[in-house]
C-alpha cells in the first residue's frame, strides 16, 4: 500500500515538475518572443502617424471659408490645445490604466478572454487606446484573431517608439465621432461650433462617449441614448478621481446648446474663388489631387469675405431672376496682385464653370487703353489730334477693308484729341492709332500687360474683336493702376502642411515694366470717361454712372453685340466685370446692357466705403497743365470750359487756345504774353 502511495506520488511530481518545466519555458518563449518584437518594432522604426486630414483653406482675415474632405471632416490640434476635460473623460471611459501600461491591460485582456470563451465568440473588446489607435491607422474594424495580431504588433511599435501624449494625441485626432466627423476638432466644431479647447466638463462628457457607439450615442440620432452615455462616462470620470462625486448628476443635468456646423463649412463660401484656389495650388505648388483633397493643408487665401459678399449681392441685385444672361467679375489689389473677390457665374451650383478665369470674350473698347500706352511710348499725349469721320480702312495691300462704327454712328466730323477719344470711345481714332503704331505694336504690348490669349493681326484688333479672359483684363489694368509694375492674380498668402510648416510664402518684389509717368498720364485720361468737361459730340461712356460715384476713379466700358465689359479702379482696388450670354448671343435688351457698368459701380461704392478717398498720386516725371479740352491746347482765362490734364515732361503742348480771344490782332497777341506768363510761373511749380 505504501508502495504504491509512493508511486502516485512520484507521477504527480513528475506531471507538477513537467508543468513547471513547460510554464516556465513558456513563459520565457513569450518573454523571448515579446523582447523580438520589441526589438524588430526599433528595428523598422517609427511607423508614420499620417492620416488623411481635411484641407482647410482661410480668407486673409483668418476666417474659415472652406474645405476639401471628400465626406470626411478631419482636422488635427495639438494636445495642448484640447480640453483636458475631454482628455479626462476619453480616458476614464476607453481606457483608466493608460498612463500605466506599455500598450495592453492584462486585466482588460483577461476578462474579455473569459466573455468570448463564455460565448464561443468573440463578442467583448479590451482594446486600450493604442490598441485602438493602431487600428485608426493601419488596421480594418473586423473582429477577427487575425486583426488582432496585427493590431498588437503595430501597438508594440506605437508603445515603443511614440511618447503617451503623441499617443493620445493621436488618437483623439483620428477617432470617429459620427456624421463623417473624425476627431476632436472636427467633432467640437461640428456639434457645438466651438474649438476643442474651449469644451466644458457637460460637452466634453457628452462628446467622450461618442465613439462607442456613434449611431446609438450621437445627441443629433438619440438624445436619450446620448444622455445615459454622458452619465456613464461621468461616473466613470468620479471613480478615478478626476472630478468630485457630487458633479456628476449636476453635469448630466445642465442643458447643452448645439450648435451643428457652426465652424464647419456648409455653404461653400465664394465657390468659383476657392476652384481658383485649387487650380493654383496645382500650377503653383505641383501638388496632385490627393494631396489637395485630403492633406490636411492649411491654406491662407487673398479673399475678402466682406467684398465677396458685395460682389455676389451686387450682381443678384442689378440682373434679374428672369434674366438668363451670365456675368463674372474679379476684384483686385492693384499693389500687390492679391485677388479679393471673384465670382465666375450667377450660380454656382448651376454652373460652375468660372466664366472669371477661363470664359475667353471679346473686350470691346477696354483694349483701347492698352492701345493708347503704347501710342504714349510711340510719342503721342492727351493732346494728340486725330481726324473722327467714317473711314474705310485697307489693308492686305488693298485686298482688303474695313469700316468701323462709332456708337449710334456719330462722329466728330472734325479733330479730337486722344484724352477725348478715350472719354467718348471714339472707334476711328482708335483704329487709325493702331494702324500707326502698326499691327504688331498692340499684340506686343498687350503681352508686357500679361494678356496670354491669341490676338489677330488685324485693323478690328484696336476695338477688342480678339477674345481675353476677364481676370488677365483686370490684372492689365492694375499694372496702370500700380505705376507700371508687373503683375500676376496671387490667391494665396501661405501654405501650411498637415504639421504646421510653412510650405509656400508669397514673396517677391514687383518689377517695373511700365513708364511710371506714361503710366500715370493713361490713369488721368482713363478718369476722364467720367467728366462730364469731355463730352463732345456724345456724352463721356461713364456718365450714366457718375452720379453714383463718390470719389475719383479711372475706368473704361467696353461693348461688343454680345459682350458687356467695365474694367476700373482707385489706388486701392482694380475691378472688372462682364455680362455676356454663354453662348454668345446679341444683347439686346437695354437693361442688360447696363449690367455691367452698374455692377462695377454699385460694387466699387460700398466695397470702398470705409476705405480713405485717395486720388492717383503723380509721378516726379509728369507735369499738370490746364487745356481746352475740345482742342487739347493750353487754356486762357477766355476757354469757358478749362481741364486740368497731366502729361510727361516734356511733351505738354505749348500753343494757346485762341478760339475765344478777342477778334483784333493786338488783343490776341497781348492776351497771349498775359497767360504764357501765368502758364510759365505755374509749370515752374511742377517742375520745382
Keep these: 500500500m505504501e508502495l504504491i502511495t509512493g508511486q502516485r506520488f512520484k507521477r504527480k511530481a513528475k506531471y507538477i515538475r513537467a508543468i513547471i518545466i513547460f510554464t516556465g519555458m513558456a513563459v520565457i518563449l513569450a518573454f523571448l518572443l515579446l523582447a523580438s518584437l520589441v526589438i524588430f518594432s526599433k528595428t523598422l522604426g517609427a511607423p508614420p502617424l499620417t492620416v488623411p486630414q481635411s484641407t482647410l483653406f482661410y480668407s486673409d482675415d483668418g476666417s474659415l471659408i472652406g474645405e476639401s474632405n471628400n465626406g470626411q471632416k478631419r482636422y488635427w490640434v495639438d494636445l495642448h490645445d484640447i480640453s483636458p476635460a475631454l482628455v479626462d473623460a476619453t480616458i476614464a471611459v476607453e481606457d483608466r490604466q493608460f498612463h500605466k501600461h506599455h500598450g495592453f ?3 482588460r485582456i483577461a476578462g474579455a478572454v473569459l466573455a468570448d470563451l463564455n460565448a464561443m465568440s468573440k463578442v467583448q473588446g479590451a482594446s486600450t487606446i493604442t490598441q485602438q489607435y493602431a487600428r485608426n491607422l493601419y488596421l480594418s474594424h473586423d473582429k477577427t484573431w487575425n486583426r488582432k495580431f496585427n493590431e498588437a504588433f503595430y501597438t508594440i511599435r506605437l508603445e515603443t517608439n511614440y511618447s503617451k501624449e503623441e499617443i493620445l494625441e493621436g488618437y483623439l485626432n483620428t477617432i470617429y465621432y459620427g456624421h463623417g466627423v473624425y476627431g476632436i476638432q472636427a467633432a467640437s466644431q461640428y456639434y457645438f461650433g466651438k474649438n476643442a479647447k474651449n469644451l466644458t466638463l457637460s460637452e466634453a462628457s457628452m462628446l467622450a462617449g461618442i465613439p462607442k457607439g456613434p449611431a446609438n450615442y450621437s445627441p443629433f440620432l438619440s438624445m436619450n441614448q446620448a444622455k445615459k452615455r454622458q452619465k456613464v462616462v461621468l461616473r466613470a470620470m468620479a471613480s478615478g478621481d478626476m472630478i468630485p462625486k457630487e458633479t456628476v448628476e449636476k453635469e448630466s443635468q445642465k442643458p447643452l446648446a448645439f450648435n451643428r456646423g457652426h465652424k464647419s463649412v456648409d455653404r461653400k463660401i465664394a465657390p468659383y474663388f476657392q476652384d481658383a484656389v485649387k487650380q493654383a495650388l496645382k500650377t503653383q505648388l505641383d501638388l496632385d489631387d490627393r494631396t489637395i483633397q485630403m492633406g490636411g493643408l492649411r491654406v491662407y487665401t487673398t479673399l475678402d469675405t466682406k467684398a465677396q459678399d458685395i460682389a455676389e449681392k451686387t450682381l443678384d441685385h442689378v440682373i434679374g431672376a428672369s434674366s438668363d444672361i451670365q456675368a463674372a467679375m474679379v476684384a483686385m489689389n ?10 465666375g457665374g450667377r450660380k454656382y451650383d448651376k454652373t460652375p464653370y468660372n466664366r472669371a478665369i477661363h470664359a475667353i470674350r471679346q473686350p470691346g473698347s477696354t483694349i483701347k487703353p492698352l492701345l493708347y500706352y503704347a ?19 485697307t489693308y492686305d495691300d488693298g485686298k482688303s477693308s474695313y469700316t468701323p462704327h ?5 462722329y466728330a466730323d472734325s479733330e479730337i484729341t486722344m484724352a477725348q477719344a478715350i472719354a467718348l470711345s471714339d472707334n476711328v481714332y482708335a483704329v487709325k492709332t493702331h494702324l500707326f503704331l502698326g499691327e504688331k505694336t498692340l499684340i506686343d504690348t498687350v503681352r508686357r500687360f500679361g494678356l496670354s490669349t491669341k490676338m489677330a493681326h488685324v485693323p478690328s484688333a484696336a476695338l477688342g474683336t480678339s477674345g481675353v479672359r476677364v481676370i488677365e483684363m483686370v490684372n492689365a489694368y492694375s499694372m496702370l493702376a500700380n505705376g507700371g509694375k508687373k503683375n500676376k492674380p496671387v490667391y494665396i498668402k501661405r501654405v501650411e502642411n498637415h504639421k504646421g510648416e510653412i510650405i509656400f510664402e508669397q514673396k517677391g518684389k514687383k ?4 513708364n511710371p509717368a506714361q503710366a500715370f498720364v493713361m490713369t488721368d485720361m482713363l478718369t476722364g470717361i467720367f467728366d462730364k468737361k469731355l463730352n463732345g459730340y456724345t456724352k463721356v461712356t461713364g456718365s450714366s ?23 476700373g479702379y482707385t489706388p486701392q482696388l482694380v475691378t472688372g466685370v462682364w455680362a455676356g450670354y454663354d453662348q454668345p448671343q446679341k444683347i439686346t435688351a437695354s437693361a442688360e446692357k447696363t449690367y455691367a457698368k452698374k455692377i462695377w459701380a454699385g460694387f466699387m461704392e460700398e466695397s470702398l466705403q470705409d476705405k480713405p478717398k485717395k486720388d492717383f498720386k503723380e509721378t516726379d516725371n509728369v507735369v499738370g497743365v490746364y487745356i481746352n479740352p475740345a482742342n487739347g491746347k493750353l487754356a486762357t482765362s477766355h476757354c469757358p470750359v478749362k481741364k486740368l490734364a497731366y502729361y510727361v515732361k516734356g511733351t505738354e503742348p505749348t500753343e494757346f487756345c485762341t478760339e475765344h480771344l478777342p477778334n483784333n490782332k493786338h488783343s490776341i497777341q497781348e492776351t497771349e504774353k498775359k497767360e504764357k506768363d501765368k502758364w510759365y510761373k505755374r509749370l515752374l511749380r511742377f517742375w520745382n
Design 334 to 343: 492693384p499693389k500687390t496682385g492679391e485677388v479679393k473677390a471673384m465670382v
Design 105 to 107: 491591460d492584462p486585466k
Design 511 to 514: 518689377k517695373q515694366v511700365l
Design 375 to 393: 501710342a504714349l511710348e510711340k510719342g503721342f499725349t492727351p493732346s494728340s489730334t486725330l481726324r473722327s469721320e467714317l473711314t474705310t480702312f
Design 545 to 567: 454712372i457718375a452720379s453714383q460715384l463718390t470719389r475719383k476713379y479711372a475706368g473704361k466700358s467696353g461693348t461688343t453685340e454680345t459682350d458687356s465689359w467695365m474694367i
Design 406 to 410: 462709332n456708337f449710334n454712328h456719330q
